[in-house]
């Protein structure tokens, strides 16, 4: 299932800016999240580099053995803070240098600002709709990471923002999320998979058999009941609850 997402309130640009000691018309490129190795720093850092007048900030903390001592960075940030970078940013970037099936929740977290955000097209990264993002190959090189960044600039973040609400919206995602549980539910493991399960052959057969009787029966409603509160109390704060 796609990784959730809503637009939060954002503090003003020119409010934020003013908070975080940044001029009116600086140009501001941000990476959100932990810098490691994974994430493309030092190809960063050379990439903004040759853009006159810009400047890097990487939003969050850093594991220092693994990126540039000379990576500009915020360091651990409160929640209100990392709000103000959001709404401070000219253009976000989040790169990837190999993968682990993850989502990045802080490219999310760009677009759902309203953010242009360039990413590379590597991983759960390279399904993004192409007119939600600015893609650049797996492995670009920092030329094209900066002809990238520009056009992220001039395009604007609306059509990422739109987007993630649309797609990304927690009601669409959890009805999904409902449906495939309820269609797991009310399916037959097929044969095929219980072939593949790890058991002993002396196994099989009661594996099987406890599986088969796991799905399809009819469900009653139940109450639970949170006895780490005293139960008469729990009891009329669920009622009340509904």
């Not at 000219?90 to 677009?111: I, P």
């Not at 196994?203 to 005293?230: C, I, N, S, V």
Request: charged fraction near 20%; charge should be neutral; include cysteine.
């Amino acid at each position: 299932m796609p990784h959730l997402r809503a637009a939060v309130p954002l503090p003003g640009r020119a409010a934020a800016r003013a908070a975080l000691g940044i001029g009116a018309d600086a140009f501001i490129v941000a990476s959100f999240g932990l810098a490691t190795k994974r994430k493309g720093a030092a190809l960063l850092m050379a990439a903004v580099s040759g853009i006159p007048g810009a400047r890097l900030i990487w939003v969050g903390d850093a594991l220092a053995a693994e990126v540039p001592a000379a990576l500009p960075r915020t360091g651990r940030l409160s929640a209100e803070d990392y709000r103000r970078w959001l709404a401070a940013a000219d253009v976000a970037v989040q790169l990837r240098e190999d993968d682990r099936g993850e989502t990045s929740g802080a490219a999310l977290d760009a677009l759902a600002a309203g953010l242009p955000l360039v990413c590379n097209a590597l991983g759960a990264m390279a399904e993004f709709p192409p007119d939600a993002v600015t893609l650049v190959d797996a492995r670009p090189d920092a030329a094209a990471l900066r002809e990238a960044i520009l056009a992220a600039r001039a395009r604007g973040g609306a059509a990422g923002r739109a987007w993630l609400c649309e797609a990304l919206a927690p009601a669409r995602i959890a009805a999904q999320i409902r449906d495939a549980l309820e269609a797991a539910w009310a399916s037959p493991v097929p044969e095929e998979t219980l072939r593949h399960l790890p058991f002993a052959p002396g196994e099989a057969t009661a594996a099987g058999l406890a599986l088969a009787q796991a799905g399809g029966a009819p469900r009653e409603r139940r109450l639970w009941l949170d006895m780490a509160l005293e139960p008469r109390a729990a009891l009329l704060a669920m009622l009340r609850e509904g």
